[in-house]
């Protein structure tokens, strides 16, 4: 009986290992990810469709975590970064840290989703307070009603 | 906008621009702003800003004009300017650059920094609606230690 316990646990071990190993091969894939996983923006929409049901997919791309897409959305008008694994089961919503260099690399790419170039935007006309020196800006477009 | 004003405005730590958006479905927020331009062409911008942004749901041309006469403007002038609606190419001119940098409802408000060249400002931050006073304060703070980790 003890054998056969022992020789079940090992199969089951075996088949759990083989099937972590599909889903999250580095070695198949070459090392390139991409090349054994795809994720399309319509799948993201139907993976997020219960969680946030108004949200547009705009970019999906492999994390810099292995085994993790990193999806940009954008819902009632802000955008944000969500992190779905390779075997589209689960959703992370979090930060992400790069613990050598301590960035928070979450924070990096939302700032970089969220880059706007108001260079674009001539201030020319706008009503201006504060510090002419300070390098820090604030815009903002209001109306009263 | 007064905890901004004296949080940061007066602290000298940011520079804050103010543009027009008035929404078109909100029917009274154009003249309203234009009241606004016109008090501002007697130095009076800020403090009739303020006072209409006390009052939003009283922006009815005599509401307007008892908000002047608070603010002490040359009421003559200021009516004569409101009728010519000689600020309402500038509104309108506000409006088109908003909706060029995204800014779909008020307020929006971009943050963002000076680039070296001093000149342009890269915002990485956008804040659409109005939000709670603390939500405001964690992204200014966070866009002042961001770009004091970067050195600018």
């Not at chain 1, 790069?98 to 020319?124: C, G, H, M, Y």
């Not at chain 2, 309402?88 to 963002?112: C, H, V, Y």
């Amino acid at each position: 009986m003890r054998k056969f316990i022992l020789i079940f646990f090992v199969v089951i071990s075996i088949s759990s290992l083989i099937a972590i190993r599909n889903t999250y091969s580095i070695e198949k894939c070459d090392h390139n990810c991409t090349k054994c996983h795809k994720i399309t923006n319509d799948e993201v929409l139907n993976l997020l469709k219960e969680i946030i049901p108004d949200a547009k997919v705009l970019d999906a791309r492999p994390s810099p975590v292995k085994g993790i897409w990193e999806i940009a959305i954008e819902t009632k008008g802000q955008k944000g970064i969500v992190y779905v694994d390779f075997s589209k089961k689960y959703i992370v919503s979090g930060s992400v840290l790069d613990i050598k260099t301590k960035a928070n690399l979450t924070q990096e790419r939302f700032a970089e989703i969220n880059k706007v170039d108001v260079s674009q935007i001539p201030l020319d006309d706008a009503l201006v307070m504060g510090n002419k020196e300070a390098k820090h800006r604030v815009i903002v477009f209001d109306d009263p009603d | 906008m007064p905890q901004i004003e004296k949080e940061y405005i007066d602290t000298g730590k940011i520079r804050y621009y103010f543009l027009d958006f008035p929404l078109p479905f909100h029917n009274q927020a154009f003249k309203a702003a234009e009241a606004a331009e016109c008090a501002g062409e007697q130095g009076k911008f800020w403090e009739m800003h303020n006072k209409i942004f006390e009052n939003q749901r009283a922006l009815s041309p005599e509401d307007l004009s008892k908000d002047a006469e608070a603010v002490g403007v040359d009421m003559p002038k200021f009516k004569a300017c409101l009728d010519s609606g000689k600020f309402s190419d500038e509104i309108k001119k506000d409006m088109s650059k908003g909706q060029n940098a995204g800014a779909t409802g008020t307020p929006t408000t971009f943050l963002g920094w000076v680039q070296p060249d001093g000149k342009t400002v890269k915002a990485v931050k956008k804040i659409v609606g109005a939000q709670p006073y603390s939500d405001f304060k964690e992204a200014v703070e966070s866009l002042l230690k961001t770009s004091e980790t970067r050195g600018k």
